[in-house]
């Protein structure tokens, strides 16, 4: 498959629709051929898209003294990543051209689930934007239900039990990043993020108008999605490739900003409970070998090898990095 498709899963939100198993067919097919996506019919509507680039305008749109206040640290992976900061995870390459604001699932100081998992947390919010939670919170929550329509989809068109993938996603680590893309000069040989796979489940994204996410093709060539207005990019991340045996494709994709433009993007990355251990549910394909991966140890070395001097370990692969 050269070409990403664009499938309208309105159906989807009604498994007694005549078109429910068309649907799950063609989402299938995309996922096991190109590995990504362009839907419609989600029922988010557009103003929401709107209000939660504006709300991402804003967050970076402050002096630097702001944003340093609210930076990322080792212990906490969570609000202001600067330009710049983080490079491919096995420490080769450039530094991406990118500056961004971490989310992570939101449960409160004092949540039974940090005794388990030191993971979770409080999110920290921007100051300067009061009203920051409250939309990207709703943003989120309509998403979760797009991701479980598509999981369920995933569910049947792989012949698989019911819920047996969404019920790892209650108590998800679940995560969004707000991210911002200064335009590269046309010379520029670098990226705003290097070519990587997602090692979450599932990626969520509404795409900028100004473009610069770019697919890579079977043959190695790259592609930009045809998304409609209104639309949403998905794309099958690492965690649902070894869930399937190799049958649904975590895709290399990167940014490239030379609009001339700035370009801002929110990705929705849905990533199980922390205590799901993620291993293939059907026989594997010829030629697929991956471990089976442990949710929490994942997202935590995810976080360490993010930082220039780390690497990744023997029993942590390489994260999503490729190399050019």
């Not at 939100?13 to 299938?28: F, H, M, P, S």
């Not at 983080?86 to 409160?108: C, I, M, W």
């Not at 900028?208 to 990019?233: A, H, K, M, N």
Request: with cysteine.
């Amino acid at each position: 498959m050269d070409k990403i498709p664009t499938i309208d899963i309105s159906p989807l939100w009604d498994k007694t629709n005549a078109g429910y198993d068309e649907i799950v067919r063609q989402i299938l097919d995309a996922c096991t051929g190109i590995g990504f996506l362009s839907i419609t019919g989600t029922g988010v509507a557009q103003e929401k898209v709107d209000q939660v680039r504006q709300v991402t305008r804003t967050i970076f749109d402050v002096d630097e003294a702001q944003k340093w206040d609210q930076a990322i640290t080792r212990d906490n992976y969570r609000g202001y990543i600067p330009m710049g900061l983080f490079s491919p995870n096995d420490g080769s390459g450039q530094t991406d051209r990118y500056e961004g604001y971490k989310l992570h699932y939101d449960v409160a100081e004092d949540a039974e689930i940090r005794q388990d998992c030191t993971l979770y947390g409080p999110n920290i919010w921007p100051e300067n934007l009061p009203d920051a939670r409250g939309v990207i919170l709703d943003y989120w929550a309509q998403l979760d239900q797009v991701a479980d329509r598509l999981l369920a989809a995933l569910e049947v068109g792989l012949d698989l039990p019911p819920n047996i993938l969404r019920h790892a996603f209650r108590d998800p680590m679940t995560n969004m990043t707000l991210l911002h893309y200064p335009p590269q000069a046309p010379d520029d040989g670098g990226y705003g993020i290097h070519p990587h796979k997602d090692t979450d489940a599932l990626t969520i994204i509404a795409p900028d108008p100004v473009g610069g996410l770019e697919v890579q093709t079977r043959d190695g060539g790259w592609i930009t999605p045809d998304c409609p207005p209104g639309g949403f990019v998905v794309n099958i991340g690492d965690m649902l490739e070894l869930w399937s045996g190799g049958r649904l494709k975590s895709t290399p994709h990167r940014v490239v900003n030379k609009s001339g433009r700035e370009r801002y993007s929110f990705p929705y990355f849905a990533v199980p409970r922390h205590d799901v251990i993620v291993a293939p549910l059907l026989p594997t394909l010829p030629g697929f070998d991956r471990p089976s991966v442990h949710c929490g140890h994942w997202s935590a070395e995810i976080w360490r090898t993010n930082w220039p001097d780390q690497t990744a370990a023997d029993d942590t692969p390489e994260l999503g990095t490729l190399h050019d």
